[in-house]
């Protein structure tokens, strides 16, 4: 990635679009809402892998991530919960769960920031 300065923040090129991150949310995203998007989106893609390995019916993953920052340390990032709302038919807990721990083991993202960052994760099930 190459990130070039504007008025604002910086950009960078991919191959979706342009990236524009800012510290002030009027101009970009903000550095720490794409660490935590990162960490709850790779958790969700590597959640919905398995499942589909697994062969279970899922018809929605909806995800919720609420990060703890610390003020008094540059707004470090101490803890992000990641809450998985599993829509899908005939789901079960324990089958789930196992899930659950082998998507932690998985996703990379999560992986980088052990020992930096708290990560925690639960769910729910949504039956159709």
Known sequence: MNFKM???????GLEFGTLT????EQYGF??????????????GGVLRKILEKKRMDIENI?????????????N???????HFKI???????????K??????????MVRS???SIEISETFELIGT
């Open 21 to 24: 991150v800012s510290g002030d």
């Open 62 to 74: 909806e995800i919720e991530a609420d990060a703890v920052r610390n003020e008094e340390e540059a």
């Open 87 to 97: 829509k899908g038919k005939g789901l079960k807990q324990d089958a789930i769960s």
């Open 30 to 43: 903000r550095p720490y809402q794409l660490m935590v998007s990162s960490i709850a989106v790779c958790s």
């Open 76 to 82: 470090k990032i101490e803890s992000i919960h990641v």
């Open 6 to 12: 504007t008025e604002n923040g910086f950009e960078t």
């Open 113 to 115: 920031v052990e020992g």
């Open 99 to 108: 899930a659950m721990e082998l998507t932690r083991k998985n996703c990379s």
